[in-house]
């Protein structure tokens, strides 16, 4: 099993940044592929981003390609999402979610590991 703890969230302005973290506990955690999700009031949880357990594969909703950065550490247990050029529509609470021995899923329901979510609030 593995435990996730998200935190970096917080508020900013349209255009800024922001790099969120995810740690994990468990001493295979590079076995494990990682996802983002967000979820914004009223609206389903949705894919961001993915990378495999190697870090050799990656995988991003269009929506934020090309802004947003996914990136793990293994030797450190943890998972990056760095948020750049943020806009008002990525204001969400933001998950990480993890499965193991498993290739890149978008779908919420295929990951077995949840963390308690971190709250960014871009404001316009």
């Known amino acids: 099993q593995v435990q996730l703890v998200e935190s970096g969230g917080g508020l900013v302005q349209a255009g800024g940044s922001l790099r969120l973290s995810c740690a994990a506990s468990?001493?295979?955690?590079?076995?494990?592929?990682v996802a983002w999700f967000r979820q914004a009031p009223g609206k389903e949880r949705e894919f961001v981003a993915a990378?495999?357990?190697?870090?050799?594969?990656?995988s991003y909703a269009d929506s934020v390609n090309g802004r947003l950065t996914i990136s793990r550490e293994n030797a450190e247990n943890t998972v990056y999402l760095q948020m750049n050029s943020l806009k008002p529509e990525d204001t969400a609470i933001y998950y990480c979610?993890?499965?193991?021995?498993?290739?890149?899923?978008?779908?919420?329901?295929?990951?077995?590991?949840w963390g308690q979510g971190t709250q960014v609030t871009v404001s316009s």
């Open positions: 468990g001493r295979t955690f590079s076995t494990y592929t």
């Open positions: 990378i495999s357990w190697s870090g050799g594969s990656t």
């Open positions: 979610a993890a499965i193991q021995y498993t290739w890149i899923k978008m779908m919420p329901d295929a990951y077995d590991y």
